[in-house]
């Protein structure tokens, strides 16, 4: 394709050759040993060069010992692409450069320019520098290099189609998963919505926060003070043996009284030492009596 | 900058920007739903106290329960004043074991004991008792 050349009109998918009208060549021997590290260099290169108000794409491939970096504009080009009818036809975009093997004789570009390789490199030359006639009218059959240009897929991205198609599905899936969980969290907990609905329709009392507080705290209240009245009289009693003999006992919201009487003093003070080891340890013995007296 | 020439980054940026949102917006429910889920767990367990507390002492069949108290001892030995939700009791002549007996009972019973007494006269036993409901 070359810039003279008339509109096409096509009606499959082609791939095309690019004339160096389109594209800036550099070929470096550089101390690079991997394509991905040639092609972080590539703008480098090209400082000074390019035209500083567009953006360019770099293709590079190692041919012999040397790196060839080739710049190219993809906006012009496809604004090229589009005036000869071919954007729509476009497979494959290579550079004449790919092809400086094939090109053992100029090739006519219309009726003024010729492709020609000088000095190892494609360029297109006027047809009357040109010692010999042409020759050749068409491109020479080759094979295809490796690298193209594939339109759509053309970045200075550090990330290829695969690998965006590869990690954009992996965070998309991610994503999704996450959002799934989400919404699993959102509708646990319905088991004790639903309790918690059944008891506020049992109790409409217990609706309210501060209602059900003040209900808690009387009954709680109420709870704490019977059981420690209850536990007092029955430690009470689990403690009385044979021997002792209780004349007095009283048991009322603020303490418990009691007076023991004891056979001997041997049995008053083992009951005391039985006393004064568990709930009652202000018990005193007079005698063989025994007063007891504690607040609950 | 030309947006188009980094449009492979800026396809995965986006996506791991809707990763990130996703996670953030996960986290953000599961911490959400976990508070919830505790101050209604903490609701229930206070309502079903309350419930069990009342079912344990505001007792609709305590009246019943109680006047099986009033069978306790002979007509002349027991004084039996039951006026609202107040019982106010008295036993005279109880022996060691009725007055064991008795205690038991009142024990177990779910109610709140104002005063309980209990008087040694000669070989026998005098209980004053006295509860709210």
Redesign the interface.
Known sequence: MHREMSPLNLDERVNIVLTPQYYTVKKEALPVKYLHQAKRIAPSLFDGFLEVDK?F?YLVYQEGERWVFIAYCLADIQVFLAEKGLLAWTGKIFFAEQFVNCLKEPILLGEKEALSVVEGEVVVVPKHFLSTECSLSTFPSCSIPKSGVKLGST???????K??LF??TL??L??????M??LR??Q??TQ??E??AE??TE?PR?QS?IQ?ES??QK??T??K??RL??DA??HL?ELIFKGV?????????QSIEAQCECKSTKVAKRFLLLLKNSYFPHAHLNGTTIQIKENL | M?L??????A??L???L??V???L??GM??KE?RV??EK??Q??A??????Q??H??RDKSILKKLKRLEKFGTASTRKWSLRGKKLVATYTSLSAKSV?RL?NKI?NL?V?????????EGEMYRLEFVCKW
């Open positions: 953006v794409n970045s200075n991205d550090s990330l290829s189609l690998q965006t990690f954009s965070f998309f991610f994503a999704l998963l996450f959002g969980e989400a969290y959102k646990g907990g004790e919505r309790r918690l008891l506020s109790y217990l926060a059900r209900i808690a009954y709680q109420i709870d003070q019977e009245k209850r009289i029955k009693s003999d209780v004349t007095f006992l009283r048991c009322t919201t | 030309n188009r020439a980094y449009q492979n980054s396809i995965v986006f996506f791991a809707l990763m949102g996703a996670m917006f996960k429910v599961s739903v919830e889920r209604m767990a609701e229930l206070q309502i079903e106290q309350i419930v507390l009342q344990l002492w064991n205690i024990l779910a709140q004991i104002e005063r309980l007494e209990l008087k040694k």
